[in-house]
């Protein structure tokens, strides 16, 4: 495994990626590879980094993300939207609870309005943030 977790991102807005991954540079603190799969090249920065894969897909986002799942190495998988900006030091406190429990299992994030919230969603792009439910942790997984 090289990476602690791969972050993939399926979508067309290309032009949010490079922020994405910046923003994931400042803050998780643990290796890291971005996948982005969509229709739309990314920003010329963004590919020279030896930790982004770009596959070009004309599909759906679901499918998007299905291909981007089998380039994948981290031990962990994330998917990120394209138009969501991880809330501050989110992702690697993630990574530090699913590194205490077992295999079996896992943990989704939620998707909620961030603190620039106007009602109009297409003009802000830190609209969405992205965060877990830690009631959640606290759920018995069923075998």
Known sequence: MKFKVSIIVSGIRSENWLNIYNSLVEDLGV??????????FPPE???????????????????CFQLASTVASGKYI????????LEKGILSECV???????????????YSKGPNF?????????????NYHSGLLKKQVLS
């Open 96 to 110: 530090s609870i699913m590194d205490t429990k077992s295999e079996k299992d896992g943990m989704i994030m939620i």
């Open 78 to 85: 994330f998917s990120l939207s394209d138009d969501c900006l």
């Open 31 to 40: 290796s890291f590879q971005l996948i982005c799969c969509g229709p739309n």
């Open 118 to 130: 106007t009602g109009n969603q297409d003009s802000i792009p830190e609209y969405w943030t992205c």
């Open 45 to 63: 920065k963004l590919s020279s980094a030896i930790n982004f894969i770009y596959i070009r897909d004309f599909g759906s986002p679901s499918r």
